[in-house]
């Protein structure tokens, strides 16, 4: 059974720091997302990660993937109070179309 | 057009009523999924259908019932609940194949309340 595990699951920090969230995950996958959940909203995609190594950066955020050591970490730099929000990694367990399976979320808020 | 829409918004039923939720791509993804989602919890995974039929049902209760009747339109209807099935239900839909493909887009969801 795969598992994600995301930490920490809750983060207050100050406008201006940098701050990295982990996610881990149990099973060999080698596709990874990201997504970004406003109260009461939807999932936005923000990142999606295909294989060994990949790098994305958006913004403020940057995203990595070690599948060797299945691993995941989005990177917060000089953070804003706009990018307060619940952050969910997922990882697709199979081929063809499978449903993913989500960390449990780190509720991001981002103080002035 | 990366847009999949989910209707209705908002939904109170009680106990005994039947009513259906639905949700439409038009983005030609091949593969639909439904996610339940309660309250300061993650997503979970509820049904996925590929090319039409049903490929994945994680062990929802038979009071949830989906639907696919084209490759643009997901239903999920829904008989006989209970208070515990309050949750915004999520619909969302991907390719089926490999690389950024399977990419999951999601609509913006049905909050349902059962009384």
């Known amino acids: 059974e795969l598992k994600v595990e995301q930490n920490p699951l809750f983060l207050s920090m100050q406008e201006g720091k940098n701050y990295t969230i982990y996610c881990n995950y149990s099973?060999?996958?080698?596709?990874l997302y990201w997504y970004r959940q406003d109260p009461g909203k939807s999932l936005e995609s923000l990142f999606v990660?295909?294989?060994?190594?990949a790098v994305k950066q958006e913004g403020r955020l940057m995203a990595s993937l070690d599948t060797k050591a299945r691993l995941s970490t989005l990177h917060i730099t000089a953070a804003v109070h706009d990018l307060s929000a619940t952050y969910f990694c997922?990882?697709?367990?199979?081929?063809?179309?499978?449903?993913?399976?989500f960390g449990k979320g780190t509720h991001l808020i981002i103080q002035p | 057009d990366t847009e999949v829409t989910q209707t209705p918004k908002h939904l109170v039923m009680g106990m005994t009523n039947k009513k259906s939720l639905k949700c439409e791509q038009h983005?030609?993804?091949?593969?639909m999924y439904w996610y339940k989602q309660k309250a300061k919890k993650p997503p979970e995974l509820m049904f996925v259908?590929?090319?039409?039929?049903?490929?994945i049902n994680e062990s929802v209760p038979s009071r949830f019932s989906p639907e696919c009747p084209n490759s643009s339109l997901l239903n999920l209807h829904l008989h006989a609940l209970q208070p515990e099935d309050s949750a915004l239900y999520l619909c969302?839909?991907?390719?089926?194949?490999?690389?950024?493909?399977?990419?999951?887009?999601f609509g913006p969801g049905t909050r349902l309340t059962v009384t």
């Open positions: 969302a839909s991907s390719q089926v194949g490999g690389g950024d493909r399977r990419e999951q887009y």
């Open positions: 099973t060999t996958s080698d596709r």
């Open positions: 990660l295909l294989s060994n190594g």
């Open positions: 997922a990882v697709l367990s199979g081929g063809g179309a499978d449903g993913l399976t």
């Open positions: 983005m030609g993804h091949r593969a």
């Open positions: 259908y590929s090319y039409e039929k049903l490929s």
